[in-house]
Structures are given as structure tokens and as C-alpha cells.
Nanobody
Framework: QVQLVESGGGLVPAGASLRLSCSAS????????MGWFRQPPGKEREFIAA????????VYADSVKGRFIIARDNAKNTVWLQMDNMIPEDTAVYSC?????????????????WGQGTQVAVSS
């Protein structure tokens, strides 16, 4: 398995940008599809974005499409989530996750490893 650690969360005003990082260790990073999820206060965890092992394919939730970009660098064992034009509804704990093999999943229960999460808050 791969161990994941997120960083980059914080408090930003609406309209601002933030970039989250997820660093991996353990198993070979390029064996894994990487995803980002978030859990807003009092709500269920939701899928945000995911990227294939080689970085050539990405999928996004409709709520972030056009505002967020997922990218990875296998040489650095890192996946990023660039968040632009943020809105208060983006406030949540953001977690990265790893899925070994197969097509890119949107379901959280398909992911094998999870980071501890990083808090993001967007003020209005």
C-alpha cells in the first residue's frame, strides 16, 4: 500500500486560489490512480477529481469542473489539486486517496489508501 499526506489547506476569501498537495510513500506511486475527495461540514464525503496513473486521463465532479485541476508528478510522488475561483461551498476537509488498477473510480469505497485530510475554508 501507499501512505498519503496532504498539505496546503487553509482559510481563503471567495474568489481566491489554493493548491493542495498529496505526497505519497511506500509502494510505487505510479501504480495508483489518485483521487481527491472532500467532506463539507455535516455532509457526506464527495468525489472531486481523479487522475490516471500516467496523468493522461482526468475526471472531475460537475461542481468543480472548470475551477479545479488535478495533476501529478510521478517522479516526485505527488499529486496536486489546484483550486481557483473558490466559493464558500468549497469549504470542507479535503483528502487524497489511491486506487490500485482498473478504470478511474468515483466511489470512495473503491480507493484503498487515504490521507488524513486537510481543512479548507472559504469565507464569503
Amino acid at each position: 500500500q501507499v501512505q498519503l499526506v496532504e498539505s496546503g489547506g487553509g482559510l481563503v476569501p471567495a474568489g481566491a486560489s489554493l493548491r493542495l498537495s498529496c505526497s505519497a510513500s511506500g509502494d510505487a506511486f505510479n501504480n495508483y490512480i489518485m483521487g481527491w475527495f472532500r467532506q463539507p461540514p455535516g455532509k457526506e464525503r464527495e468525489f472531486i477529481a481523479a487522475i490516471s496513473w500516467h496523468g493522461g486521463s482526468t475526471v472531475y465532479a460537475d461542481s468543480v469542473k472548470g475551477r479545479f485541476i488535478i495533476a501529478r508528478d510521478n517522479a516526485k510522488n505527488t499529486v496536486w489539486l489546484q483550486m481557483d475561483n473558490m466559493i464558500p461551498e468549497d469549504t470542507a476537509v479535503y483528502s487524497c486517496a489511491a486506487h490500485h488498477n482498473g478504470p478511474i473510480p468515483r466511489r470512495a469505497d473503491k480507493y484503498d489508501s487515504w490521507g488524513q485530510g486537510t481543512q479548507v475554508a472559504v469565507s464569503s
